[in-house]
């Protein structure tokens, strides 16, 4: 397991006063073009992302302010476009879920929001004045969202007498870059998220890795989940999945669609278990491991043609607060 450091910086408020004419102004709006799609992002919306995720779309970091010209020629029409290597779809799918997450948990124009609701019990987890031990519960006044990435290589083994080769310059025929692309294909037919690891946990009896499980099924996922958008890399062997759930923090609300503070409960222990998931807010956690299998990548009605796999598995867990 490791830990990542936000990829974001900004200009640091104690930092020295620019020469007048090049103060740095502070961004809004960021415009993305990724692989050709582009997207423009408030300042606020790139900040509540997961950090793996930004740690993909901005590996080397991104300064979040434009510095002026000398002239003044700059004008807030002109905008930086930042070229990002990242699949366009997967970063629809994220927006769209935290949207919907910000929506109901903050409310919107024509709906209050499960905040307002519970924003008493905020009020009650402030320690007294003068206390000396750690401020409220940010579980309470802040929606948490469980984000579970996998990034798959997979490694293709042609079955004996097979015409798939490479040449003497190691590059593949058409023939081996075909079965690659089956093979691929095969697995992301296998969508269900556990059922790799389960397979390694049940192989080498490993209880950290069931126990993984078991918490995040506690905390909001099911064991027959799916994962929310999986797709192959360009020009890679490669697939990317994620999976996003709510945090089941145990605060209950027994009437969602009209949320009141009497229709509030709180689950003490679920509650106890969301707060073990905060060691994963803003440190994601990896794991790694090698999974081996074979698939069938013959066409309807032709004979089999199994092709042996290893595959490279890398999960990366952390938790949002948005």
Known sequence: MATSSSPIT???????????????????????????????????????????????????????????????????EEEDVYAVDFDPQCFSFVLSFFRQAQDTFYGTSSFPGLYQAQQHLVEQSFPPQGAD???????????????????????????????????????????????KRE???KLLEKKSIFTALQRNVSKENNLAEQHLIDMLCMSGFEREDSWGYRALEPNRCCISSIALVLLKTGIIHSNPTDPTPENVTVDQQQLGTAQKLLLFWRKPARKCWWDGLEVDIAAPGAPSRIVKLWSRRVWTLELSLI
Request: glycine share 6%; hydrophobic share 40%; charged share 20%.
């Open 10 to 76: 900004q200009v640091s408020q104690h930092a020295p006063v620019p020469m007048a004419g090049l103060q740095p102004q502070l961004l809004t709006r960021l415009t993305l073009d990724l692989r050709g799609t582009k997207f423009s992002v408030d300042r606020e919306t790139i900040m509540n992302l997961p950090e793996s995720v930004l740690l993909c779309l901005f590996p080397n970091g991104l300064v979040l302010s434009r510095q002026s010209t000398m002239d003044g020629a700059e004008t807030e």
């Open 183 to 185: 093979c691929g294909n």
């Open 133 to 179: 031990y750690p401020s409220h519960n940010p579980l309470l006044s802040k929606q948490a969202i469980i984000v579970l990435r996998e990034e798959l290589e997979y490694f293709a083994i042609p079955p004996k007498g097979d015409s798939s080769a490479t040449d003497a310059g190691g590059n593949a025929n058409e023939v081996l870059l075909a079965l």
